[in-house]
């Protein structure tokens, strides 16, 4: 999305005497063009617009940018909210303070149009966690219509992300925080961004990941992983990059087979004697049965032979019965999946 400011500036020439009058020349039109860009000023961050526009979306102008034409609006709303300001933030009830009630909450994000996905930024993301199975019984985060996930709650990982579908026209999206009864110190922010039809990211994938190298964590690591999950986690083709490497950089696991991670890595060298025959299923089955006992332990690293996008897929069971951790060491912190990735020269 552009701005455009229209500057009309009048032709005028001075006379012998002095005096500056009108030549009856037509106005000179300068038009300037500037991106709705992310922009940050001192802590806060926003979305650059006019000030007539950041105005109209009961924004705060945090400060100049695009050359001064513009100015950084900072957004946000709470519970009972709505918004259609790029860039808002959603914020629990109080923030920066905890709270500790039963509530539903209910914040609104109106779509502009060409408008296709929406991403999410969890900057802070701390709710009541999931029970052993994954489920979200006493705080669920849902949002209306989207297919990827059933629900989010516990801990979002440092700077985790997810990309909903939207539908492309004036429509609009609606975000629920439900709370339960129980104790805990909730707290929440997440920043909205609005992704334009010729921007978005390839569809099927919650999150898309940019640059040579990072982390792929599982959201609520440390604790269960979350049941209901249907989502791809991408990677960018980067330039002169040919595959990937993936390190274990903590504890992880994934229970098949009902709950899948993915990995286009190729095939195991012993497949004759593994019982996938294959290194692509990122996730362990009953290690109480002998044949697969060797499948506890994650290999690391992993390379795979793709030379195209990379993309890996998570998808958990919404009721699955099983727990969601190491069934043979029953530690919780073994749970979900923590790699480091890094992209390899061709």
């Not at 500056?20 to 001192?42: E, M, S």
């Not at 617009?49 to 100015?71: D, H, I, M, P, W």
């Not at 500790?100 to 929406?118: E, W, Y």
């Not at 986690?233 to 229970?255: D, H, M, Q, W, Y």
Request: one cysteine or more.
């Amino acid at each position: 999305m552009q701005v455009v400011v229209v500057l009309v500036v009048a032709v005028v020439v001075a006379d012998v005497s002095g005096a500056t009058v009108y030549d009856g020349a037509l106005p000179i039109l300068t038009i300037i063009k500037f991106a709705n860009l992310h922009c940050r000023v001192g802590s806060k961050s926003g979305t650059c617009y006019t000030a007539r526009q950041c105005r109209e979306r009961s924004g705060q102008g945090l400060g100049a940018c695009a050359e001064g034409f513009g100015v950084c609006c900072y957004k946000e709303i709470t519970c009972g909210g709505t918004t259609w300001a790029n860039g808002t933030y959603l914020l629990s009830p109080g923030y920066p303070s905890t709270y500790n009630d039963a509530r539903m909450c209910i914040m609104t994000v109106s779509h502009t149009p060409g408008v296709c996905q929406l991403r999410l930024d969890f900057e802070t993301f701390d709710t009541f966690p999931p029970d052993q199975f994954g489920h979200c019984i006493t705080d669920q985060f849902t949002v209306e219509g989207e297919r990827k996930f059933k629900f989010l709650c516990g801990s979002a990982p440092s700077d985790w992300h997810f990309y909903l579908d939207v539908a492309e026209g004036p429509d609009s999206t609606v975000l629920r925080m439900v709370t339960g009864a129980s104790s805990f110190r909730r707290l929440f922010r997440i920043r909205v961004t609005m992704i334009e039809c010729a921007h978005k990211v390839p569809g099927g994938c919650g999150q898309y990941l940019t640059g040579n190298s990072g982390v792929v964590q599982s959201f609520n690591y440390g604790g269960f992983y979350l049941a209901g999950l249907d989502y791809g986690i991408c990677f960018r083709k980067e330039k002169n990059k040919c595959s990937t490497t993936l390190r274990v950089a903590g504890p992880s696991f994934v229970g098949c087979p009902n709950d899948l991670y993915r990995l286009p890595v190729g095939r195991s060298a012993a497949a004759v004697n593994n019982p996938l025959a294959t290194l692509s299923l990122y996730c362990q089955l009953d290690t109480n049965f002998a044949p697969f006992a060797s499948l506890a332990t994650i290999q690391s690293p992993l390379t795979t032979v793709t030379r195209g996008p990379l993309v890996i897929w998570h998808r958990t069971d919404p009721s699955d019965a099983q727990p969601n951790y190491h069934s043979t060491a029953g530690c919780i912190a073994c749970s979900g999946f923590y790699q480091t990735y890094l992209h390899n020269d061709c």
